[in-house]
């Protein structure tokens, strides 16, 4: 078989697998990315594998995989840039104590448990070539991550974006991933500089120098695209083309400074102008194409990756891990929620939301994996962490939150904020 | 007390202390000490004479490289390009050992790519060695002897990097 019917054909099947999954999936009222993440699974050595592993071998082959990475690296460049056009630093301030405390709280709450965690696992999964600190703080930047996206996705099929247990728990997932990618992009940083793939003080300096120029000077050139979609109620496709370019360009600066490409992905998204039919109409062109090819492609990628026979002998280890996750996220903002004086009914909702990991969290777990900062066996178990704790975010909202006092309490706030947050439906 | 006093309490103990915990765990996990890095390729010597005395068609043999793919101490080791299967293993201070599961029995009287083979291996003092030299044996060879090697490491397994 040449390479491009053999490309063609594995797109054809990660596709189907991906509508397969996600259909039953969201039969049984999960969001169906949690279906698509589980469709990755299923083509890797964790399943397809181990039932038939001739097929597998021959359906992807090592050799293969270079273009199925590169599609998928393309598709996370377009997502990422619609996840930063979804967030609005804006709205943190709109809910005041509340969210800036349990926005905090979920970020460092887990973030200390998984660096003490990290005393336990770095001996056994990692080695001496990652540091302890580079280790600990990734694994902190990995658990503290929360998918916002997917919560978005969640909080709409409930009619909840708008209640105050939606606005809040958003705002404080959009504070969350800021932080995250900040942490990230440090970790990235001075692991490249480590192994002498970039030099430190040309990375740090440049990077600082690049978000500055983004916020201040980028985002005035993006207000131009504002002004024309307003002055005509749509862009161009040379103006959409534009636009893509400014995201590659955007991305290409990262990746050359020594961080990641979907840093400036995500930042030039994030300094996009916040107009909210703007920013539907922006992610309504642009999520296509990634929703339903190259995510899956990503997603089946993960899975290729992901190998449950390492997980033999690591059972306790990954139990431990899921049970840091959940206390750390779900406990940390479920208290801080309560400190601020919210009821228990809601306290609990945000902890549950905030724990939300989903598609983020593979991302992350990815570049992590690419710059060797984890081992293969302990990407595995983080996968499982990241599908189990995304999981049990329904239902366990469905138990606290009943969809018909959900719906009932939805107009509490009303739906007439200026809001971008319900334009990024991106992963639903 | 105020909303504001009791905002300040709530986000120094729930922010302030855990970041202050992450400062003295980061500090004190310095000390800690992770398997020596093995990963990535190891491109192999082989002893010419144990390989004539293994009747092992020694211009295949030439080539013989090793890839490890790394958890910790846990290990999965392939032998390309001649045996196919995948052993398992782990690296314990300097000490490498690994074997496939469950070796076939010996019956072959050449070196068989399908059989089982296991690896007993020291590494150099390096924090991140580069050397390794050791012993290959041929589990599914009844005449095969031990097969002695050095190995050089090539390539990190460093993904993207």
């Known amino acids: 078989m040449s390479e491009i019917a053999r490309l063609i054909v594995q797109l054809a099947v990660i596709v189907l697998a991906a509508r397969v999954f996600g259909s039953i999936f969201h039969r049984i009222r999960q969001p169906q990315v949690i279906g698509e993440m589980f469709a990755g699974i299923v083509l890797g050595p964790s399943l397809l594998g181990l039932v038939a592993p001739s097929i597998m071998a021959s359906l992807f082959p090592l050799t293969s995989l270079k273009y199925l990475n590169a599609l998928s690296q393309i598709g996370l460049v377009l997502f990422m840039f619609l996840v930063g056009l979804g967030v609005n630093p804006r709205e943190l301030r709109k809910h005041g104590h509340a969210a800036v405390l349990v926005s905090h709280v979920s970020i460092t709450a887990p973030f200390a448990l998984a660096v003490c965690l990290a005393l336990f696992v770095y ?8 540091s302890f600190a580079s280790f600990a703080l990734f694994l902190g930047a990995a658990m503290s991550i929360t998918a916002f996206p997917v919560l978005a996705r969640i909080l709409a099929e409930r009619k909840m974006l708008y209640s105050g247990l939606g606005t809040v728990a958003i705002s404080c997932a959009a504070v969350d991933d800021v932080t995250g990618w900040c942490v990230l992009a440090y970790i990235v940083m001075v692991v490249r500089a480590q192994h002498g793939t970039s030099r430190l003080w040309l990375t740090f300096g440049g990077s600082l120098a690049f978000v500055a120029i983004m916020v201040l000077a980028g ?10 979609y307003e002055e005509t109620g749509y862009l ?7 636009i893509l370019l400014l995201v590659f360009a955007s991305a290409l600066a990262t990746e050359w400074l020594g961080i990641h490409l979907l840093f400036g992905a995500f930042l030039i998204g994030v300094v996009m102008p916040k107009k909210r039919n703007f920013v539907k109409y922006l992610t309504n062109k642009l999520e296509f194409l990634p929703s339903a090819l190259l995510l899956p492609t990503f997603f089946a990628l993960t899975g290729l990756r992901t190998s449950i026979t390492l997980l033999r002998g690591s059972v306790l280890p990954c139990i431990l891990i899921i049970a840091v996750a959940i206390l750390g996220k779900m406990g940390g903002s479920m208290l801080a929620a309560r400190l601020t004086g ?33 081992s293969p066996a302990l ?9 189990f704790t995304t999981f049990m975010t329904s239902p366990l909202l469905e138990w606290i939150c009943p969809t018909h006092s959900a719906l009932a309490e939805a107009p509490r706030i009303g739906a007439k904020g200026e809001s971008s947050l319900d334009t990024v439906m991106l992963t639903g | 007390m105020t909303l504001s006093r009791r905002f300040l309490i709530a986000y120094l103990l729930l922010v302030g202390l855990p970041l202050g915990a992450l400062l003295g765990v980061l500090h004190f996990g310095r000390n800690i000490t992770a398997p020596a890095a093995v990963d990535g390729v190891w491109i192999f010597t082989l002893n010419q004479s144990d390989i004539a005395r293994s009747h092992c ?10 890839t490890i793919s790394q958890s910790g101490p846990n290990l999965v080791i392939q032998l ?30 050449r070196c068989d790519p399908n059989g089982g083979y296991s690896v007993s291996a020291s590494l150099d003092a390096n924090p991140t060695p580069v050397t390794l030299a050791g012993a290959l044996h041929l589990h599914g060879c009844r005449d095969c002897t031990s097969i002695n090697f050095r190995a050089v490491r090539t390539k990190l397994a460093r993904g993207r990097l």
């Open chain 1, 236 to 242: 161009s496709d040379n103006m959409l083309a534009g």
């Open chain 1, 123 to 130: 001996p056994r999964f990692s080695d001496s070539s990652v």
């Open chain 1, 219 to 228: 985002s005035r050139v993006l207000r131009w695209f504002l002004r024309l």
């Open chain 2, 57 to 66: 068609a020694q211009s295949t043999w030439a080539k013989l490289s090793m």
């Open chain 1, 342 to 374: 919210m009821s228990r009914r809601d306290a609990a909702g945000i902890g549950v939301l905030m724990n939300t990991r989903g598609l983020m969290e593979l991302v992350i777990l990815n570049i992590g994996r690419d710059i060797n900062v984890i």
């Open chain 2, 80 to 109: 390309h390009p001649i045996l196919t299967r995948v052993a398992f293993g782990e690296v314990r201070g300097r000490a490498l050992n690994a074997a496939t599961l469950a070796s076939a029995p010996a019956i072959a009287l």
């Open chain 1, 379 to 387: 990407f595995s178990v983080m996968v499982v962490m990241a599908l």
